[in-house]
């Protein structure tokens, strides 16, 4: 049975660096074709993908965002970490992790909601 | 990269069939077979329900289908049902990254 689950600060004040914690279970990372990626939604708003580390420790990330993003994983704990850096309201959403197999975006965790607020 | 567009919202009586379109470009929808569908209910984590275009996971019902022309994915509920009122995103493999649909509503009437 796959599950992830998502773990961070509920609050965090403009400017401050954000890190979620990923724990999964039911899969391993060092799988080939296995990646975990991190996705948002602010609310009442659409999804937006945000960062992918494969397997083999390729990591990509939205053009958009990258500057403030690094993802990173550690496949002994089953856990991937995302950090994203100079934290603003507009990124007040709900995050979360999900697997991909083979592609496909098919299993995600509860999300987890961040406000940032000062 | 942009947000696929999908239409607002789409609306249907118990029974009959609506169709979500998801349109984007020739490095996204167009260049992959790669296009996912997902249902959100309020409050939950999205849920696959269509991959690779048009294949179903296991324990989602027929009535959901998927289909691609050129930039544009389509999804079809047929027989719609009260509990198939939800927010639907696509989303598309684009190379190294994913992009998602801006999200329709269905509500059904």
């Known amino acids: 049975q796959v599950t992830l689950r998502e773990s961070g600060p509920a609050l965090v004040k403009p400017t401050q660096t954000l890190t979620l914690t990923c724990t999964f279970s039911g899969f391993s990372l060092s799988t080939s074709g296995m990646c975990v990626s991190w996705i948002r939604q602010p609310p009442g708003k659409a999804l937006e993908w945000l960062a992918r580390?494969?397997?083999?420790?390729?990591?990509y990330y939205s053009t958009s965002l990258k500057t403030r993003l690094t993802i990173s994983k550690d496949t002994s704990k089953n856990q991937v970490v995302l950090t994203m850096t100079n934290m603003d309201p507009v990124d007040t959403a709900t995050y979360y992790c999900?697997?991909?197999?083979?592609?496909?975006?098919?299993?995600w965790g509860q999300g987890t909601l961040v406000t940032v607020s000062s | 990269q942009s947000a696929l567009t999908q239409p607002r919202s789409v609306s249907g009586s118990p029974g009959q069939s609506v169709t979500i379109s998801c349109t984007g470009t020739s490095s996204d929808v167009g260049g992959y077979n790669y296009v996912s569908w997902y249902q959100q209910h309020p409050g939950k984590a999205p849920k696959l329900m269509i991959y690779d275009v048009s294949k179903r996971p296991s324990g989602v019902p027929d009535r959901f289908s998927g289909s691609k022309s050129g930039n544009t994915a389509s999804l079809t509920i047929s027989g719609l049902q009260a509990e198939d009122e939800a927010d639907y995103y696509c989303c598309s493999y684009a190379g190294s990254s994913y992009v998602f649909g801006t999200g329709t509503k269905v509500t059904v009437l």
């Open positions: 999900a697997r991909i197999y083979r592609v496909v975006v098919d299993y």
């Open positions: 580390i494969d397997w083999d420790d390729d990591k």
